[in-house]
C-alpha cells in the first residue's frame, strides 16, 4: 500500500511538474526577450526560488500555474515573447507603462482564460491580432498610448464579455467595425488621438451599459446618431476635433441625467444650446467651443456642479447689453475654475456680479467680444485666478488697481481696449505673472518701477500707447527669464540702459517709434539669443556697435530712420539666419556687401544713406570709387597697424618666443638667434602673407576686442607657426584691453603660457595631459609670479595647443593684477567692460559685482574640466530653467558617471583596451 501510494504520488509528482516546467520555461523565454532592466524587477528570476515566488508572478493555489504577470512601471525595454501563449492558465496580463516594442504576439490568442490584457504605455507597434477574439473571456483590452497601426478588428465583436476596449493616442484607421453592435456588456468605448473615420455608428444607442464614448481627435463625420438619447448610463460623451454637425439633439433629456461631462468641441456644429442641457444638474465639464453655434445663453443656475464651462469661439449673443446676464447665474458655482467665452458676439458691460464667482475659478477669458465699460473693481475678489483675458474689446477707463490683488495670476491680457491713465504700480504685486499685454490702449506716463518685482515676467508687451519718460535700469532689468519685450510705438525717450544686456534669453525686441537717442548699447551683444531687433525711428547715433556680432541667430534687424554713421558692419555678411535687414535713411557711408542677405535686394534696404556706394545692382547705388577705396582702407589699415604696432609685434614676439621655449633643447643657439632677429625684424607685410592676407581660414580665435590669426612664416632657416593678435581699436576698452595684456606678459615666462594653433576641445586624446597643462600656467600666474595675475576669461578658445599637444593659456586681455596679494586674493575692480569673462566660465559672484579673485578662475578652470571631459558647452541649449553644467555632472555622480563622459574619449578608451588586449595574446604567443 505504501508503495503503491508512493508510486502514485511519484506519478502524480512527475504529471504535475511537467506542466509546471511548461510555465517556468515560458517564463524564462519572456525574461530572454527583455534586453533591458534597469530596476532588476527580474533579477529573482532564476531556479533559487520556485517561479511562482518569482516578482510579478502569480500562481494558482491548485494547480501551481501561473495566472498573473504584473510588471507594470517597471522600465523593461524589449519585446513580448511568443512563448507568453504557453502560460495557458493566464488571466491577467499587466504590462503598462514599460519601452516595450515590436508586435503584440499572435500566440495571445491562444490564452483562452485571458479576461484582462494591459499593454498601454509602450512603444508596440504592428496591428492588434483578430485572433484576440479567441479570448472568449476578456474583459478589459487596454492598448492605449502605443504605435498600433491597421483597423480595429472586426472579429473582437465576438467578444461578449468586454467591458473596457482603450485604443487611445495610436495610428489606427478605418471605422468602428458594425460587429461591435454585439458587445452588450461594454461599459466603455474609448478611441481618441487615433486616424478613426466614417460616421459614429447608430448601434451605440443600444448598447445600454455605455458610461464612457471618447473619439475626440479623430475624422469623424455626420451627425450625432438619435439612439444616443436613449443611454441613461452614459457619463463621458466626448466627440470633440471631429467633422461632426448638425444641430444639437434636443431629446438628449435622458442621456443627460448622469452626464458628467459634455464635450463637442472643434466641429462643425450649428444652432443654439437645447434647453434640455440647462437642467443637467449633474454636469460638470461643458464645451462647445469652436463650432458654430448661436443665440442666446439662457441661466446656467441648475449646473451647480459645473467646473468648466467653456463656449469660446461661437456666435453667442448679438452685441446687446444684455448677452452677459447668464453671469450672474453662475455666482452658486462653487466647482467652477474655468469660464472662456472668448471670441462671441456678446456685448454690454460687464457685471459687478464677478466679483461673487467662486474663489476656485483659474481661467476667465472674455476677449473678442464687443464688451464696453469698465472693469468692476470687484475683480479683485477672484484671489485664485490665474489667467484673465479681456483682450479686444470697448473696454474703457483705468485699469484698477484691485488687479494686484490677484497675486496668482501669470496671464493677463487687457490689449487692443481703450483703457487710459497710468499702468497701475499694484502690477508688481504680481509677482509670478509671465506674460503681461496692455499694448494698442491709451496708456500714458511711465513704466512703474514696481513692475522690477516680476522677476518670472516672460512676455511683455506695452506697444503703441502714449507712454513717455526714461526707462529705468531697474525695469528693464526686470527679468532674466524675458523672451519678448515690446516698447515700440510709444514716446519714450533718453538713452537705452546698458542693463538690456541682462536679458540674456530675449528673443524678441522691438522699440522702434520712440525718442530714444545716444549710441546704441554694446551690451545688446550679450542677448545672443536674438531673433528679431527692431530699433527703428528713434534717434540713435554713432556706428553699430561691433559686440553686436555675436547675435549670430538675428532673423530680423531693423535699424531704420536713425543717424547712424559709419561703414555698414562687415559681420552682417555672416549672419546666415538673418531675412530681413532694413538699414534705410541713416548716415552709413562706404561700400555695400554683396553676399550674404546683402545679396537679396528684396530681404535688404539700404536706401537714404547718400554715402553708400556699390552693392547689387537693384539698390541702384552709385559704383564705388575702388582705387580711392582701395587706398584709403590700405591707408586705415597701416594707421591701424601702427597705433598697435609695438603692442602688436611684442604680443607676437612673445608669443612666439614662448611656443618655440618647448624647441629650445632640439635647436643650436645660432637658429635662436636668427628666429629672434627674423621676429624683430617683421613688417606688416610678412604678417599680411604668414596670414594668408588675414584670412577666415587662419581665424582660429575671436574675443570681445579683437581676432587671432594662425600665420606661416617662411623665412630665416624654416617655417615657423605663429599666432597673430589683430586689435579693434573702434571697440571701447580695446586699448585698455591691450595695456592689460601686455602688462601681464612682460614679466611671465613658463612653458604653458601662449596662443598657438589649435583648439583644445577638438582632441580625442591626452585631455588629462592638457588639463595639467592649464593648471600649471594657472598656478604659476597666482603663486609664482614676481605680481600675482588674475586671468579672468578662462575658456576652451583661450587654451591652445602647440605642435607637441603642449597646452597654453593666452589671451590676457581681460587680465588684472594682484598687487595686494597678502590680504584676501581678491581685488575691487569696476570696469566700463561689464562683467569680466565669457558667459558660463565666468563665476556667478562676478554677476553680482563680487571683487575679482583667483577663486573666480578656479572656477572658470572647472568648468572647462566639466566640458573637456563631457564634450558639452555651458551654453548649451539642453542646460536651461536653472540646470547648468555643474549640476548636470553633479547629478550622475558617482553611479552614472559613464552616462555624461563624451562618447569620443570612451570609444578612444575602447580601441586602447583591444590594442592591450591584443599585446597580451601576442606577448603570450
Known amino acids: 500500500m505504501l508503495l503503491s501510494f508512493s508510486c502514485c504520488g511519484l506519478l502524480v509528482t512527475f504529471v504535475t511538474g511537467w506542466n509546471n516546467e511548461t510555465d517556468r520555461l515560458a517564463l524564462l523565454e519572456f525574461k530572454a526577450k527583455i534586453t533591458d532592466d534597469p530596476l532588476q524587477v527580474m533579477s529573482s528570476w532564476n531556479d533559487s526560488i520556485h517561479f511562482c515566488q518569482w516578482r510579478g508572478v502569480t500562481c494558482g493555489h491548485r494547480h501551481q500555474r501561473v495566472t498573473v504577470l504584473n510588471l507594470p512601471s517597471s522600465k523593461l525595454v524589449g519585446s513580448i515573447s511568443p512563448h507568453i501563449g504557453n502560460l495557458s492558465f493566464l488571466r491577467q496580463i499587466t504590462l503598462q507603462n514599460n519601452s ?465 554713421s559709419g561703414q555698414i558692419p562687415k559681420f552682417l555678411e555672416l549672419f546666415v539666419y538673418l531675412q530681413f535687414l532694413n538699414l534705410s535713411y541713416n548716415n552709413f557711408e562706404g561700400e555695400v556687401p554683396t553676399v550674404g542677405v546683402f545679396k537679396n535686394g528684396s530681404a535688404t534696404f539700404v536706401k537714404g544713406n547718400s554715402k553708400l556706394c556699390g552693392g547689387i545692382p537693384k539698390f541702384q547705388l552709385p559704383k564705388c570709387k575702388y582705387q580711392k577705396s582701395k587706398k584709403r582702407k590700405l591707408t586705415l589699415t597701416f594707421k591701424l597697424i601702427l597705433s598697435i604696432s609695438s603692442g602688436l609685434l611684442g604680443v607676437t614676439l612673445v608669443l612666439s618666443l614662448l611656443f618655440l621655449s618647448s624647441l629650445r633643447k632640439k635647436r643650436k643657439e645660432n637658429t635662436s638667434s636668427d628666429l629672434v632677429n627674423l621676429l624683430l625684424n617683421l613688417s606688416y607685410q610678412n604678417l599680411l602673407k604668414a596670414t594668408d592676407g588675414f584670412s577666415s581660414t587662419n581665424l582660429i580665435g575671436m574675443g570681445n576686442f579683437g581676432s587671432v590669426y594662425k600665420g606661416i612664416l617662411d623665412q630665416g632657416r624654416g617655417r615657423h607657426t605663429i599666432a597673430v593678435k589683430v586689435l579693434n581699436l573702434l571697440h571701447h576698452g580695446a586699448s585698455k584691453s591691450f595695456m592689460a595684456e601686455c602688462e601681464a606678459l612682460q614679466s611671465i615666462r613658463h612653458r604653458n603660457i601662449a596662443k598657438v594653433l589649435h583648439h583644445v576641445l577638438v582632441l580625442t586624446i591626452k585631455r588629462l595631459d592638457i588639463a595639467i597643462d592649464v593648471a600649471n600656467a594657472l598656478d604659476y600666474l597666482h603663486h609664482h609670479c614676481h605680481t600675482p595675475i588674475i586671468h579672468c576669461d578662462l575658456k576652451p578658445s583661450n587654451v591652445l595647443l602647440d605642435d607637441e599637444m603642449v597646452g597654453h593659456v593666452g589671451d590676457f586681455g581681460l587680465a588684472r593684477l594682484l598687487f595686494d596679494a597678502t590680504q584676501d586674493c581678491s581685488i575691487h575692480q569696476s570696469s566700463s567692460i561689464g562683467v569680466r569673462g565669457t558667459i558660463g566660465y565666468t563665476p556667478p559672484e562676478y554677476g553680482l559685482g563680487n571683487n575679482l579673485s583667483t577663486y573666480g578662475d578656479i572656477y572658470s578652470y572647472g568648468i572647462l574640466l566639466l566640458e573637456m571631459f563631457t564634450g558639452k558647452r555651458p551654453i548649451d541649449d539642453i542646460f536651461q530653467d536653472n540646470l547648468n553644467l555643474h549640476d548636470f555632472v553633479k547629478a550622475v555622480l558617482p553611479e552614472q558617471i559613464i552616462d555624461i563622459i563624451d562618447p569620443i574619449l570612451l570609444s578612444v578608451h575602447e580601441r586602447e583596451g583591444e590594442t592591450r588586449t591584443n599585446n597580451i595574446t601576442r606577448n603570450e604567443g
Open 100 to 564: 516595450l516594442h515590436n508586435e503584440i504576439p499572435l500566440e495571445n490568442g491562444y490564452l483562452h482564460r485571458l479576461q484582462v490584457l494591459r499593454l498601454n504605455h509602450n512603444s508596440i507597434s504592428g496591428k492588434i491580432p483578430s485572433n484576440l477574439s479567441s479570448c472568449a473571456n476578456l474583459k478589459t483590452l487596454l492598448v492605449t498610448y502605443n504605435l498600433l497601426t491597421g483597423e480595429i478588428p472586426a472579429a473582437l465583436g465576438t467578444l461578449s464579455k468586454l467591458q473596457y476596449f482603450f485604443i487611445v493616442n495610436n495610428k489606427m484607421i478605418g471605422g468602428i467595425p458594425p460587429s461591435f453592435e454585439n458587445l452588450s456588456s461594454l461599459d466603455a468605448f474609448v478611441a481618441f488621438d487615433n486616424n478613426l473615420g466614417g460616421i459614429i455608428p447608430t448601434f451605440f444607442g443600444q448598447l445600454t451599459k455605455l458610461t464612457l464614448f471618447s473619439v475626440l481627435g479623430n475624422r469623424f463625420s455626420g451627425t450625432i446618431p438619435p439612439s444616443i438619447s436613449n443611454l441613461s448610463s452614459l457619463i463621458l460623451f466626448d466627440i470633440a476635433d471631429n467633422q461632426i454637425q448638425g444641430h444639437l439633439p434636443s431629446y438628449i433629456d435622458t442621456t443627460l441625467q448622469n452626464m458628467e461631462e459634455f464635450i463637442i468641441a472643434n466641429n462643425q456644429f450649428t444652432g443654439s444650446i437645447p434647453l434640455a442641457i440647462y437642467n443637467a444638474s449633474n454636469l460638470g465639464i461643458f464645451q462647445l467651443s469652436l463650432n458654430e453655434l448661436s443665440g442666446k445663453v439662457h441661466s446656467l443656475e441648475k449646473l451647480n456642479r459645473i467646473s468648466s464651462f467653456l463656449i469660446s469661439v461661437n456666435n453667442f449673443g448679438n452685441g446687446g447689453e444684455n448677452d452677459l446676464s447668464f453671469l450672474c447665474s453662475l455666482t452658486n458655482s462653487t466647482y467652477l475654475n474655468e469660464l472662456e467665452i472668448s471670441f462671441n458676439n456678446s456685448g454690454g458691460e460687464l457685471p459687478k456680479c464677478i466679483g461673487n464667482f467662486s474663489t476656485t475659478i483659474i481661467y476667465l477669458t472674455l476677449d473678442n467680444n464687443k464688451i464696453y465699460g469698465k472693469i468692476p473693481i470687484e475683480i479683485g475678489n477672484m484671489i485664485n485666478l490665474e489667467r484673465l483675458s479681456m483682450w479686444n474689446n470697448k473696454l474703457s477707463g483705468n485699469i484698477p488697481s484691485e488687479i494686484g490683488l490677484l497675486q496668482k495670476l501669470i496671464v493677463l491680457e487687457l490689449h487692443a481696449n481703450n483703457f487710459f491713465g497710468n499702468i497701475p504700480s499694484s502690477l508688481g504685486n504680481l509677482t509670478v505673472l509671465m506674460n503681461l499685454y496692455l499694448l494698442d490702449n491709451n496708456l500714458d506716463g511711465n513704466i512703474p518701477l514696481s513692475l522690477s518685482k516680476c522677476k518670472e515676467l516672460f512676455s511683455l508687451s506695452l506697444a503703441n500707447n502714449s507712454l513717455n519718460g526714461s526707462i529705468s535700469p531697474q525695469v528693464i532689468a526686470l527679468s532674466f527669464s524675458t523672451t519678448f519685450l515690446d516698447l515700440s510705438a510709444n514716446q519714450f525717450t533718453g538713452a537705452l540702459p546698458m542693463e538690456i544686456g541682462n536679458f540674456k534669453n530675449l528673443e524678441y525686441l522691438d522699440i522702434s517709434e520712440n525718442k530714444f537717442f545716444g549710441k546704441i548699447p554694446t551690451s545688446l551683444g550679450s542677448c545672443v539669443k536674438l531673433e528679431t531687433l527692431a530699433m527703428s525711428e528713434n534717434l540713435f547715433q554713432g556706428i553699430v556697435p561691433f559686440s553686436l556680432e555675436s547675435l549670430r541667430g538675428l532673423e530680423n534687424l531693423d535699424l531704420s530712420n536713425n543717424n547712424l
